[in-house]
Every structure is written in C-alpha cells, then in structure tokens.
C-alpha cells in the first residue's frame, strides 16, 4: 500500500503539469503512424536531461501509456497499425470507421485501454516479485513453443480459407528470414543493400496494411464519390460504457491475455493484441462477426495491449533487465539520473519508484478522459473524400516508414510490401496472418537455434525441450489450438455441404 | 521530432552552398550510431555529446541518428558508402565489433574506411554467473569445463563483437572447450540467460554486470582487461587468476568520421572532441549510470585501431 502515500507527488504542480504533456503529447505521437511508442519515449528522453529523476519519469511514463493507446488511432481511422500491438485493432477498428462508427470504436478503444491498462498498472504495484518469477521462468525452449502457438493462430486469423491464410503465414515467416542471422552470422536473402538489417517490422506494417488501401482509393477514382459520403454517426460516451460492460468476455480475455503475455521478455509486447484477438473470438458467441466490425475486436485487443504495459515494465524495475525495446530506454531515463532499477530502487529511491508507476495510473485515466473528448471529433476523418484521403495516407506512410531510422531503405521496403499486398488481397490473402508470420519466424528461430545449441551441449534436444512442466503445459495448449481449428474447420464444412445438399 | 528537424536544417543548408573549412561547423552536426535507442552505446553518444553546442566546445549541437540492424553492420555500411565526407556526419565504432566484422567479411567497410577523432569510453567484458552459482572464481569454471568438455554453456551478445572476442581468448587460454551461446537480443539477453539459469555463466559488458551486482542477481568472477576497474575493485583480472586474456575484447567506444574529410576538419574535431568528452558534467552523468570513461585523442586511437587489427585477424584465423 506503499504506493498511496506518494500520491501527492503526481498531484504537484509541476509534476501533474509534465504528465498533462506527457499524455496529450503522448497520444499525437502514437497517432502519427511511425513514431512507436520506443521511439515516443526515445524522442523524450534528451529533454529529461534537465528536469528531477521523478519528473522526468512521469513524463516518460506518461507518454508510454498513452503512446500505446494513441496507436489505435491511426489503425481505426487510417488503417495504419502504429506499432505491431496494434495490429489486431485494425481488423474490427477500421472496418467499423468505414461504416460510420469511427466515434463508437475510438471510445471503446480508449474505454478498454484504460480498463486493461488499469489492471496491468496494478499487476506491477501488487504482484511484482511473484511476477519477477514468471518473466524469468521462460527459457528458449518455452519461447519457442510459445511462437508455435502463434504460429496455430495464423490460420484462423481474419481469412476466408485456412489454406490461404497459411501461406500468407509462410509468406511472412520467409520474409522474416531476410538479412543478417544474429546468431550464426550468415547473410540470407540481402538482394538489395536496403535489406542489409532486414525487413523492419515497422515499415512493413504500413506498407502491408494502409498501401493496398490507397491503392484501391486510387482505383476507385475521383468521380464516384457521392455514393460513397460516409455518415459519421454521433455516439454518447455513457453508450460507449454501456457496450463496454455489455461485454465483459472480450474485455476480461483482453486484459488477461494482455496481463500475463506481456509479462514475458522480448515477445510480449508484439503479439499480446493478436492472441487475445484470437482467444475472444474462439470463445466468443458470434465468431462470424469478428473481421467485419465487430466491438468485440477492438475491445480484446485494445485491452490486452494496454494490460501489457504494466507487466512489461517488471523484469527491469526489478531484475534490472529490460524485456522489450521501450523498457531500455526507460532504462536511460533512470540512468541518467543515477537510478539503477532493482533493490537500489524501492530501497533507497521510493519517491521516484512509486511516483512513476503512480503517474501511468493517473496517466490511463487522463488519457482515456481526453481521448474520449476527441473521439467524436477524430471520427470525421472518414468523411474526408477518399482521393484526397488517399494522397494523404500515402505521404503519412512515407514519412512513418522513413522516421522509424532515418533511411530510405525502409521506403522502398514499404512501397515494395505495399505493392505485393495490393496484389494478394486480389486473390483473398490477408495481412494480418503475413505479419503474425514476420513477427513470429525470428522468434521461433533463434530460440530454437538457442536452445538446440545449449541442448547439445547439455543433456541432448528431445530432454531439453520435451521436458519440464512448462514445456508440456505449452505444448498441450499448442495441442488443443490445433484440435479446435480442425474441428472448427469440419465442422463448417458438413455444414455448407448440408445446406448445399438441401438446395 | 528532433532528428527530423536537424535533418531539414541540414539539408536546406547545404543547398546554401558547402561552408569554408574555417568556418566549421557552422550548423548542427548529425552523429550516427549503429544501434538502437535505448542501448549502451546510444546512451552514451548521447551524454557525451550533450555539451557539443557550449562556445568552448563546437558551438554546435550534435543530433543522434540510429541506424541499428545486423549488430551494427547496417550503421556502419550506411556510412562507409553513403554518409557526407563534409565534416557534418560524424559516427560512433565500437571496437572491437567493427574490426571483428570486417576481418570476417562480408562488409562494405575497414579500419581503412574510417578516420577517428576521438575515444569517450572503455567497457571491458567481465564473466558473470548467477547469485547462486557454485562457481566463486575463474580456476573453479575452468576446472568444471576441463571435467565436463564442451558443457559449459555461457552466453554473450552475438557472434564478432566484444563478448564473443573475450570467449574466444578465455577458452583459448584456459585450453578447453566450452559452449558460446550467442543471444538475440544484445547484452541483455544475455545477461537474462545468466540471471534464469538457463546458461551456467555468461561473458556480458561491465556496466551492464555492476548493475545487475548492485541489484544481488549475480556474481563478477573476472574482468577481462589489463587493470581492475575502479567500478569492481574487489574483482581481478583474468591474466590475475591465471588466464592468458589481454584488453583484446574491451568495448571501446568513440567517434569517427568517413575517410576523405578535409583534413582541417578532422583537425578542428581531433582538437576539440577530447576537451568536450572531458568536461565536468559529462563525467558525472557517465558514472551515475555506471559507464566507464576512457578518453583518448585521435593519434592514441590510430594506435588502438591497428593493435586490435592485428590480434584479431589471429584470434579470427580460422574460425
């Protein structure tokens, strides 16, 4: 309960004034597709140079919740997945700003944010040395059966047939393949100098998702465009709550999956939206909806990458290692002031340990209250015409593929992913399962190059990852997530070959 | 935001015409740095160049640009092919990793495509092994690899930068075989594996390990450097406990800039960028995070570069 008594610090002029900026600023930046929440928080880090170790950290803070949040923004409006925790936003987020529901989505979007977020905030507060334990518990034998999980997601996810959605799975796990191997040293597939680092995760989001939408305005042309005027509908934030309450499944399996997922370092962050996407709809009483707009989608996904945040953040406050990308540079932000997290922490520096985790908690909040204020205001973005809407998605897509490191490789990577996209989506594959396998291949790879190498040296590859309760637990998940998928599939199938048999 | 700021100044100025070499620098001047925001190196380059635009220093600031990808390679490719020889795009090496990677090819770059100004820092690697470990010393892991061949497992950031240099000179000294596991994911990954126990030790970068010490997960059994450090005075060296293990894999940290620059520029940087490194605030910045500094000027560096040049094409033959 330590973490009440500094709640006054949040509340000091100066420091409620930098979390203010930290928020709003916060949510801009995360709108902006490009500038993922590392970045944000990077781009922050030189002004707290000046500023007392516990301000600089609430603004940091600040800024982390409310970047992530603000990814949802651009992937509901635009169609641009800021950062890859966004991506399952877009399935259900988008297509409900198509049909003039941009408000209702945005305020279920910051809604749940603020509700997973919340329980992910006081996860950390709570539960920090049992969860310590847990980050630490995944070794690369668990990693890798944890990507294969994924990879028994891919199928099923936002596609017409399990075939296709596959191979644009195969797709993605190839593409991922290029550039340098980390481990062995070898050079794969680097046909072009701007491959040299490989295909950066970033860049490939925009040119997967919002390319091929502009490409098909530009298609549409310019002149059919009074069928097309979307009717932004009004939505009040007290039905916005309602709905939200109305479902708590999706927002329960959100914040759980979101909660215990990112907790894990280095894989968390990046498919916590995408898993707890799938999970809902796998247990969700109207499956056929998701994919075409429903609230459910945004919910699940939007609460599991905000319930993230939170458990993130444990294996550096007290192990001292940083498990994702924004966790090291919040590990600047503490250095420079001569913090180190760990014991030093909570022992000698309570009022900047505390007075940090208290401001992401006052920062949910804050930026649930603003976003919701700007809902019904952003959500008329979709009544822009859609040529001039397309010139506008594609210069925004340039500048976020070009500002993720100065290089205009990563245009070129964009424009060229973009390109083949538009093309697939012709022929019924989708993104998202492309992206699930770019993100998932390196994953699976290196920790399984890891773990056979340290196999072999030990006690041989079928002990090391058969073995353990963990493995076994992981592979039955992975078990029964096959067995579902298959049942699902026959399932439909005896169906459609009934009602084909009775017409 | 800043980045993208200090690029569109720098372009619309040198559509003004390139400035005299007297007038240097005359506009913001960029630093490139080959990994990611966030990490060690980008932390660094990011403090030390801090005072860039005080009256005594370049009266300039410097704005950092990462170019992380392929443990480096991307960054310092980018440079060697791409980057301005005007004076205006300075970049932070790392030695050894961009000797190492050189030697072993497939690279655009050499020591011969670079020319330095100035070192900030020195970050030996020291071997670490969790709290609980029963290992209390180097001759205690050495003996349980010489019992168990090729079954000490120990991890490190990759493969050709400094842990795996300091690898290689450990088991190289010591005689026997043991098992290098490299991590995705940097040093702290690798120090994570320590910490897990998924790996028996781990080969990882001072600083990294004195902060992880302060935190009571793990035990330093040796530094891999000519000196102990003045952050790990109770810890001895390698050579102390008996293992033939110089300074070859201490991460040097400094900057440069691509060959061709003029001559009066480099002398200007050369002159100036040591005194920046030494200034007051610099140094108490470095050591709250528990950084290292080791300051040496361009002629000290040329030095450095080529003894290290040398080492490593011997300990690489072969590999």
Known sequence: MEFIYYFGDVFAPMSFLLLLIGTIGGLILGATPGLSPTMAVALLIPFTFQLEATQGLILLGAAYTSTVAGGAVSAILLKIPGAPANIATTLDGHTMAQRGEGAKALQLSFLSSAVGGIFGVFLLIFLTPVLAQWALAFGPSHLFWLAILGVTVIGSLDSASVVKGLLSGCIGMWLATIGFDDIMGAQRFIFHPSLGGGINIIAALIGLFAIPQVLTMFAKGRHNKGAEVIKVQKHSIGAAIRELVSRPLALGIGTITGSIIGLIPGVGGQIAGLVAYDQTKKFSSEKEKFGKGHPEGVIAAESANNAMVGPSLVPLLTLSIPGSPTAAVLLGGLLIHGIFPGSDLFDNHPDVAWTFINSMLIGQVLMCLFGLYVAGLAARVAQVPQSVMAAIVLALSVFGAYSVQSSMGDVYVMACLGLMMYFLERFGFSAAPLVLGLILGPIAESNFIQGSMIANATDGRSAYFFGGALNMALIAVVLASIAYSVWMELRSRRHTTKEEAQA | ?319
């Open chain 2, 1 to 319: 935001m800043k980045q993208l700021i200090a690029g569109a100044a720098l372009a619309l100025m040198s559509l003004t015409g390139t400035a005299m070499a007297e007038d240097y620098p005359d506009r913001p001047v960029m630093m490139m740095v080959s990994y990611g925001a966030g990490g060690a190196t980008d932390f660094q380059a990011r403090i030390v160049t801090m005072t860039a635009g005080n009256e005594d220093a370049l009266g300039m600031p410097i704005a950092i640009i990462n170019k992380p990808g392929a443990g480096g390679r991307v960054g310092w490719n980018w440079f060697a092919t791409q980057a301005d020889n005007d004076g205006y795009t300075l970049a932070a090496y790392n030695v050894p990793h961009f000797i190492a990677q050189s030697i072993k090819g497939g690279v655009s770059y050499s020591t011969d495509s670079f020319e330095p100004i100035a070192n900030w820092g020195a970050d030996p690697a020291v071997f670490v092994v969790a709290k609980d470990s029963p290992f209390n010393s180097m001759a205690d892991v050495v003996a349980y690899a010489t019992e168990n061949p090729g079954k000490l497992t120990f991890s490190g950031a990759g493969l050709f930068v400094g842990h795996h240099i300091a690898a290689l000179q450990i088991e190289k000294a010591s005689g026997v075989k043991m098992a290098y596991i490299p991590t995705k994911g940097g040093g702290a990954a690798a120090m994570k594996a320590v910490i897990a126990g998924e790996v028996l030790g781990g080969v990882n970068n001072l600083s990294d390990a004195f902060r992880a010490r302060e935190a009571g997960n793990v035990k330093i059994l040796g530094v891999a450097d000519l000196e102990r450090s003045a952050f790990l005075p109770d810890v001895p060296t390698m050579m102390e406990q008996g293992l033939d293990v110089d300074n070859s894999s201490v991460n040097f940290r400094g900057v440069m800039v691509p060959k061709g620059t003029p001559q009066e520029v480099i002398d200007r940087l050369a002159a100036t960028v040591p005194e920046m490194f030494a200034n007051g605030r610099v140094a108490k910045k470095m050591k709250a995070g528990g950084s290292p500094m080791h300051i040496m000027t361009r002629e000290e560096v040329k030095e450095m570069w080529a003894q290290r040049q040398a080492t490593l094409e011997e300990l690489l033959q072969g590999l």
